[in-house]
């Protein structure tokens, strides 16, 4: 039986291509700032934003030729770190469809697999809801 969702102040909703926008920056900033406020939040992708944390990311991006000796954290690694310092105030879902579709099933151990069917309890749970992205 599957996990019932907890209440949030912030259902945060994220479709579409991450990469094409300044989307996830905003998402993860906007998710950092109500959660330094005490909010509790949670976030779910579908469509390509599915991508952001699967495990095959790794802890890093690749690196930069023009700057070797810079890392830069893989948005799976800044996701993973986000909820290990908010484990009861943040929750991170992915649409199970959309990414097994996109080949990224794999996802790290933090965020939770969900069907899309149940997308309207997520709704239910929280007392706003922000649609960022098109999907």
Request: hydrophobic share 40%; proline share 7%; net charge neutral.
């Amino acid at each position: 039986m599957p996990r019932p969702v907890p209440r949030t102040d912030v259902l945060l909703n994220l479709f579409g291509a991450p990469h094409q926008t300044d989307l996830v920056t905003s998402a993860l900033r906007l998710a950092s700032a109500l959660l330094d406020r005490g909010a509790r939040v949670q976030i779910w992708t579908c469509g390509d934003a599915t991508r952001l944390t699967g495990a095959a990311l790794g802890e890093n991006k690749p690196r930069d030729y023009t700057d070797l000796g810079r890392e830069h954290p893989s948005t799976a690694r800044v996701v993973r770190e986000l909820i290990e310092d908010h484990p009861d105030r943040l929750y991170w879902y992915v649409c199970r469809y959309c990414a097994e579709e996109r080949g990224a099933a794999d996802q790290i151990p933090q965020v939770r697999t969900r069907a899309p069917f149940v997308f309207a309890e997520h709704v239910n749970a929280a007392d706003k809801s922000l649609l960022m992205g098109v999907c």
